[in-house]
């Protein structure tokens, strides 16, 4: 199931949109929650408003539920109700907002995207690939593949500019995969390191007019990450499309059936 995360009723019409557009090419089924915090009073006031919204968009989610934000588990709902690809309503961009997000997101085993309330429809004509030399780089290939496979999206593989071999490895061994399917890809050679290549593809994303960017979360949190944020959390802030992020682990989960 593709799931989305809501805070904010009034801007969320393209993220669902989006969200329900995908479930149908990646034939999945397709949920809502709704993570606010209401009085019971306010309850039933909002479940119009959610049933109206619904109407105007002709969809009829699989899974339609009201959360309360001090009590929402994210990681124990997406694991009890089998979520494979999150959507994440970002309702704005300040640091404390986005850290938190991320900090919530750690343990995730899929997936997952941050929409901002000002983005379009998703738009998955194009999508951008940025490669650097650590091992769990692979892992993104999967999801890529199925964008390729499914959506008829673009591939571009942006390879790091690095002195070493890894990065070109990681980029091979990614090719070796989408070979065995029918879609565009392509590679190009970054101006930037494996260190900075992530950043570079926010500015790829705008000159190229791609709609998606598919990095991996840092391994861990250092000191200059806790203290400055992550590269995740900077990308987030200046990126002008989606993101979507995957967890350096090994047992996650496919989207490719």
Known sequence: MIL???????????LISSAAQLAIQ??????IVFKININNSESANYKNEVSLLLDNLNLEPDIIQIESSNTFDLVDFCESNDISFLFLQLVNIKSKTIQNQLNTCRELRIPYLFFKVNFDELDLEKIILPVNFLAEELEKAQFASAFGRFCDSEVLILQANDYGSKAETNVMKMIALFEKFSFKFSVEKAKKDSFSVDKEAVQHAEISNAGLIIISASREY?????????????MIKKSN?????????????????
């Open 222 to 234: 250092g000191l200059d990450d806790i203290i400055f944020g992550p590269k995740e959390f900077h």
């Open 241 to 257: 499309v989606p993101l979507l992020i995957v967890n350096p682990r090994a047992d996650l989960y496919s989207l490719c059936d």
């Open 26 to 31: 990646l034939g999945k089924t397709f949920g």
């Open 4 to 14: 989305c995360v809501i805070e904010n009723i009034d801007t969320s019409k393209n």
